[in-house]
């Protein structure tokens, strides 16, 4: 897992912003006695699967009454099984979701929030 945070150097006038990655990568296999589905094969089976999720997000403050948070999840996968006679793999990216906030602290009434 690699976890990495920049931020710019806060000023009076300049923008403060801070950026965050986090990504991950897991590997699991299986192996069993019994393929699946098991009415299928009476045979052994076997699989492997990579799944690597990915999160990145931004923070920062354009204006003095004004900051803006970011974030953006998704990733990718890969599985395959087999047995004698029957295989199967996926390879795809994950549901990826976003979210975007903006809160101004001159009226923190009102706040802009998107799914």
Known sequence: MA???VSSVAHAAEPNWSLSVDQDL???SW???RG???SG???AGAGTQVYAPLTIQASGQPLENVKVD???RGGYVWSRQSTPGLTGSVTTTTDTSYRGQQPISAFPEFSR???
Do not use: E, K, M, N
Request: hydrophobic letters at 40%; proline letters at 10%.
């Open 36 to 38: 699946f589905p098991a």
């Open 41 to 43: 094969s009476t045979a």
């Open 26 to 28: 897991r590997y699991s």
């Open 3 to 5: 976890c990495f945070v």
């Open 31 to 33: 192996s069993g006695t």
């Open 70 to 72: 970011l974030l953006g």
């Open 113 to 115: 929030l998107s799914p």
